[in-house]
């Protein structure tokens, strides 16, 4: 029986439930190894005037403390360009920035070594916000635009218009397994990092730019983290260093693992944004002109900030054709950390942009949302192409649409609604039924290859090996399950390896929703190389003179047989060890590059989807709670669809947050005020849909992609934006007819009954 | 000095998947956590937060009773390792038995860890172990579960990948018929045999300082004659009830007492009972021994509960942490302002009642030999209606930005007499006087709720902090005045 399309447990499971799987910090400890911690920038923005390390050199089990002077390469590094200091030098610009790396014996030591370490900042004032950074024009990179037609002079011309301000915040990644590394120096100058990376090359580069070595002389390996959501795609790389440095030094084994605060304070979260928009359209809610401004809080370093802003813009356009288009914005320098990759990646605060926009539109227009959106949506040719010239193909979205409207039963809803909110004194409904649709690919063109090596014993068994990561998105059980299809053998033959470097080379991470579309593709291309060369084998092994024709080898149930002598057929694990005996190679690199990328084409394909959120919400306090939602996907042939439900139910809750409860909170002075869990907020088990149903087109298929299946990563998060939506026509009953909600993002319940008292007061 | 009658111990005991253990020295006042990965090897429980504030470390803490013992998930990364004395703690790894705990891998799954594995309630698998040990307990002596069960189990548990429906479902979908109770896996009687001798002596451990750390000193009573005794003694001591609130700032920011007064064996001050028309609160009661009595005596106190921390903290947490900490956020303290509770101190000389309202005014303080003994709460009468608020960012698991508690007597439409308390709205929590003399003889409509919001604002001094404005208090406040109202 084929193993794509099936539920099959997550590979990890058993171990999972039993606390038998190893994370990073679970590995037992070397005997001489080390603990690394460091001190940070006590302010977001000055200059240090006296770092004085003799007391805590002292102190017993203190083995080293490093500064921007012990490091043997560059101490310059970045992701896309080299713009951050590993160790600051004589400037700092984050509150936390690291400093002094410390190596211990002991954390009791480690301890002891950070109070006794004097440091001494000169504060500046630190800029923060982005309009702070407008001010100062902080920008990174020049400005960036993606236009079409005459966007100002259609503007004009519109029967209608509305402008506005939206500002949209970050979000904590809140991975369960925080930042972390393990250093384990070799021979002739080897270092072998245990990371829990999306990135193991990112770390390979890194460490090797760093620290003054070869990539050849350093290895990366991945067993699996504990959780990504893009926040380990570049920033798994300080505590890689750190401990890097250290186990370089002092020839011994070395550990950083950040604390839950420290990786609060220190690293990245989705970028803030702020868009100002001016939209134009008709009487029935086409839209006909759109000019959106984006400025995005970068942080103080480049990071990936250009690619997500990039993301931003393409996907501003959402599921919605606009004839006169202009799309600008600037990347703004801040004091804060550098914001960095977040599931979604830019797309949803582009999406959050114009779905938010559509919301003002209906009460402006006195129509229903879903009307607005419907009308709007992509569609034949003259409105099928987007403002970067992307032409949508077999778009099913208006289908998905109407189906769900239909399932969830919008309409009669709608009338409920209506109904309750005229009567009801203690709360307020509302409901939205929004739309994603999401670009995959990296929009970086080089990034979207993949390698992958399978091995094959004589046993009948494989080994896979991609560049592909575990973070529990369950690639290792899609990519096992595409392998094992490619030989016609069990899962349980198969077995995904720990992704390392030293197997898989010049890596994408994993990331844009593409790792089993990267990775699962490569694996199945070297799995073809293999089998092809088994199948002559078997050619001529089933043959009584003359090799059977190719095209007659069946591969079935792990078997192969000719089609004409079905009895005569060979289990696999013979015929490998036969093929062996034959000194026949049972081992194969696969190589995959995405087809058909361009200029004019960013994306392979869009994953497409549609989802409806009711909610209730408090008139007296804000309070909120999502009653119910409805998600319907294409999201091609699932590989496994229990995998994908958990993917699409997991990036909706995890959107939600983002939209409601989950609050970044900076002080004037750029300190977080939100670093520990006790005051920052992911979704509990109470804050999910009452009622929650998630279905995807069964019919659906994509066969460009492997095995016809679409990537799920990302775009279900951005379907939880229709909470937020949904919060918003609640709030558009409580004030006059006309006058739109000012919601902004995360929609908490301070920020609900803000918008509540503001309405309420333009009530006459 | 007094001198102690019983005997004392220099160091803790415990059963650990059904194995004793035995734990002195510094080790003994660390986090039970960080001791479960690094001195025994089981890294199966996670730290994610270090906080108590996500319940991946959750962990089985079996308390003894008389027929056996009680298992409750408490989080381990703010639970002191002495807290474990005479316990039983089973940890991810000791759920199938004490043989299967480490060696060799032979695939037995228990049906809650099965249910996990088939429903796909396990991702990146960070906050599974703490998931598979709270829906342990939960099926523990249970029969039936409803989802609406199975999210109150899990509330204390965060993930962030799955979105909990399948968790939620796995919860619902346990074979019960093949659950083996853990008092089958971990026979009591043994057990309790191993913790019978010197269960009753009082622990005393000192810990000299060090060229690293400091000297500390730690001590366990078994008597109150006892505990206050050595609180007189050591005036400096921290006291730790629960552990919930200290054990936070011990984890996360290194907090090292040099003295520490644990309350853990004075089991016996954990009554939850009615007195005549007083509900009582044994100082030492978790807020779980709380909301299970309290349900049929002050039903709106117990709906309020259900909204207090998470079950792991409330399995630890105990009335007299919250009260005495007088946090302005602590969620008792509203709902016993407006009731006009009563604490009982125990001191050298004797007991000593004070209402709560007193005890706030003056700081909060209490002697220095003093331990909270229990508090009285008058219950509201026959046509006195409590109304009970708690206003946080998250629905459940957070803490309160505004809390209140009404206490309305009305009859006729016309306001006799109000009590009203709010908590999060000044540095402690306060009954706000001035509103309800406004209030008093008023008649009951709605636009009387909002006069009293303006004569409110004034009695209030919100503040601004990570979890909400001045602004978003201050509106609170009128709010709930006008909800409390509408709601009537």
């Known amino acids: ?764 | 000095m007094k001198r102690f009658a019983g005997l004392m111990r220099d160091h803790i005991f415990f059963f650990l998947n059904g194995q004793k253990i035995q734990v002195r020295g510094r080790e003994a006042l660390g986090m039970l956590a960080p001791f479960l990965r690094r001195e025994r090897g089981l890294t199966g429980t996670k730290i994610a937060c270090a906080h108590g504030a996500c319940g991946s470390c959750s962990i089985l803490l079996g308390r003894p009773t008389q027929s056996g013992f009680n298992y409750q998930p408490i989080n381990s990364c703010i639970f002191p390792v002495f807290a474990c004395d005479g316990a039983h703690v089973i940890t991810v790894e000791g759920l199938n038995g004490p043989d299967k705990v480490g060696g060799q891998d032979d695939g037995v799954l228990s049906p809650v860890q099965c249910a996990m594995v088939d429903c796909h309630g396990a991702q990146c698998g960070f906050c599974t172990p703490g998931i598979v040990i709270t829906l342990t307990a939960f099926h523990e002596n249970r029969v039936q579960s409803s989802a609406e069960d199975v999210k109150a189990a899990l509330e204390g548990n965060l993930c962030r990948c799955t979105g909990y429906s399948p968790i939620i479902e796995a919860g619902m979908s346990v074979e019960t018929a093949d659950l083996r109770p853990l008092t089958q896996i971990y026979p009591p009687e043994p057990l309790l045999d191993g913790l019978n001798a010197g269960a009753s002596d009082a622990v005393e451990i000192r810990v000299p300082e060090d060229e690293l750390e400091i000297g500390q000193h730690l001590f366990v009573p078994r008597s109150p004659e006892e505990a206050i005794c050595w609180k007189v003694a050591h005036p400096e001591a921290i006291v730790v009830s629960g552990g919930t609130e200290v054990g936070v700032a011990m984890s996360v920011k290194g907090l090292a007492p040099r003295e520490i007064l644990s309350l853990a064996h004075l089991e016996d001050w954990d009554e939850v009972t009615r007195e005549n028309d007083e509900l009582v609160l044994g100082a030492r009661a978790t807020w779980t021994q709380v909301a299970e009595q309290v349900g049929a005596i002050v039903p709106e106190f117990a709906t309020l509960l259900t909204r207090w921390g998470s079950p792991q903290l409330r399995n630890a947490g105990t009335v007299a942490g919250n009260i005495i900490r007088a946090a302005p956020i602590s969620d008792s303290l509203p709902f016993l302002l407006a009731c006009e509770a009563e604490l009982e101190f125990i001191g050298e000389l004797g007991a000593r009642r004070v209402t709560v309202a007193d005890f706030l005014e003056s700081g909060p303080t209490m002697r220095p030999d003093e331990l909270l003994r229990r508090v009285l709460v008058p219950l509201p009468k026959e046509g006195q209606t409590l109304r009970l608020f708690k206003v946080s960012k998250r629905r459940a698991f957070d803490r309160s930005i505004v809390s209140a508690a009404f206490l309305l007597t009305a009859s006729d439409g016309v306001i006799e007499d109000i009590k009203i308390a709010f908590g999060g709205v000044a540095p402690l929590a306060l009954r706000l006087p001035q509103t309800e003399a406004f209030l008093q003889g008023k008649p009951v409509n709605s636009a009387i709720w909002r006069e009293a919001a303006t004569v409110a604002y004034n009695e209030i001094s919100p503040y601004s902090d990570a979890a909400a404005s001045r602004e978003h208090r201050t509106r609170l406040v009128a709010n709930l005045l006008r909800k409390f109202g509408a709601e009537l």
Request: hydrophobic share 35%; aromatic share 8%.
């Open chain 1, 1 to 764: 029986m084929p193993s794509v399309g099936r539920s099959i447990p997550h590979e990890s499971s058993r171990d999972h439930v039993r606390g038998r799987s190893i994370f990073l910090d679970d590995i037992t400890p070397h005997r001489n190894e080390l603990v690394v911690d460091f001190v940070g920038s006590p302010v977001a923005r000055g200059e240090i005037v006296a770092l004085d390390l003799s007391a805590a050199t002292k102190i017993p089990g203190v083995v080293g403390l490093y500064t921007f002077r012990d490091v043997p390469g560059s101490n310059l590094y970045g992701a896309i360009f080299h713009d951050e200091y590993f160790l600051a030098e004589d400037k700092v610009s984050f509150q936390g920035e690291p400093i002094v790396v410390i190596a211990a014996e002991s954390h009791a030591a480690l301890h002891a070594a950070k109070k006794a370490i004097h440091l001494d900042v000169r504060p500046e004032t630190p800029i923060v916000s982005i309009a702070q950074a407008i001010e100062a024009e902080e920008f990174i990179g020049p400005p960036r635009a993606i236009s079409r037609g005459h966007a100002r002079d259609a503007l004009e011309k519109c029967p209608h218009r509305l402008d506005g301000t939206l500002y949209i915040g970050g979000q904590e990644h809140f991975y369960m397994e925080t930042q972390c590394a393990l250093a384990i120096p070799g021979e002739n100058g080897h270092l072998t990092f245990h990371s829990s990376t999306q990135n193991p090359t990112e770390t390979q580069v890194m460490a090797a730019r760093v620290l003054g070595l070869g990539m050849h002389q350093v290895v990366c390996v991945c067993k699996r983290m504990g959780g990504g959501f893009g926040g380990k795609e570049t920033q798994a790389t300080p505590p890689a260093l750190m401990a890097g440095l250290v186990a370089m030094k002092t020839g011994r084994p070395a550990r950083c693992i950040y604390s839950r605060e420290t990786d609060g304070r220190v690293t990245g979260k989705r970028h803030p944004f702020e868009v100002r928009y001016q939209i134009g359209f008709d009487s029935d809610g086409r839209l006909l002109a759109a000019r959106l401004e984006f400025y995005s809080n970068a942080g103080f370093s480049a990071d990936l900030s250009t690619s997500v802003f990039d993301r931003a813009l393409y996907h501003a356009d959402n599921a919605y054709f606009i004839p006169d288009i202009e799309l600008i914005g600037r990347i703004c320098r801040t004091n804060l950390p550098s914001n960095t990759a977040f599931r979604g990646f830019g797309g949803g605060q582009g999406i959050l942009a114009i779905e938010s926009i559509i919301e003002d539109i209906a009460e402006f227009l006195d129509k229903d949302a879903a009307e607005i959106r419907l009308l709007n949506c992509y569609g034949a040719e003259g409105r099928n192409q987007t403002p970067y010239g992307q032409i949508i193909q077999d778009d099913t979205l208006p289908l998905l649409f109407e189906r769900l409207a239909d399932r969830a039963d919008y309409k009669q809803r709608r009338q409920a609604i209506n109904e309750f909110n005229a009567t009801s004194q203690i709360h307020l409904r509302g409901l939205s039924l929004t739309t994603v649709k999401f670009g995959i690919s990296f929009t970086t063109k080089f990034l979207n290859q993949a390698n992958a090596l399978v091995n094959v014993y004589t046993d009948g068994t494989v080994q896979v090996s991609t560049g592909g990561t575990e973070m529990g998105q369950g690639l290792n059980t899609k990519i096992r399950q595409l392998v094992a299809d490619e030989f016609a053998i069990d899962a349980a033959n198969v077995s995904v390896m720990p992704t390392s470097t030293e197997k898989n080379n010049n890596t994408p991470p994993t990331a844009a929703s593409a790792g089993t579309d990267l990775n699962g593709s490569a694996a199945v291309n070297a799995c073809r190389l293999i089998r092809e060369r088994l199948t002559e084998f078997a050619a001529v092994r089933l043959s009584e003179d003359v090799p059977i024709p190719i095209e007659r080898i069946v591969w079935e149930d792990g078997c192969v047989f000719d089609r004409e002598k079905p009895e005569q057929c060979l289990d696999f694990g013979h015929l490998v060890h036969a093929a062996h005996r034959e000194r026949i190679s049972l081992g194969e690199r696969g190589h995959y590059i995405t087809p058909g990328l361009g200029p004019s084409r960013p994306f392979f394909y869009y994953t497409t989807g549609c989802a409806l959120a009711e909610v209730e919400i408090d008139r007296f306090t804000g309070e909120m709670r999502v009653t119910r939602a409805d998600i319907l996907m294409d999201i091609g042939q699932s590989i496994n669809p229990a995998i994908d439900l958990g993917q699409i139910g997991g990036g909706f809750v995890q959107g939600m947050g983002w939209a409601t409860c989950e609050e970044l909170k900076f002080s004037d002075e750029g300190e977080l005020l939100t670093a520990s869990p006790s005051t920052y907020k992911i979704p509990g088990v109470r804050d999910i849909p009452e009622d929650f149903r998630i279905e995807f087109e069964q019919d659906s298929r994509f066969p460009e992609n492997v095995r016809s299946s679409k990537a799920v990563g990302e775009p279900p998060l951005l379907l939880g934006l229709c909470v937020w939506t949904a919060i918003k026509n609640a709030l558009s009953y409580a004030g006059p007819r006309g006058h739109v909600a000012p919601l902004n993002l995360p929609a908490t319940g301070e920020e609900i009954l803000r918008c509540l008292c503001e309405l309420e007061d333009k009530c006459p």
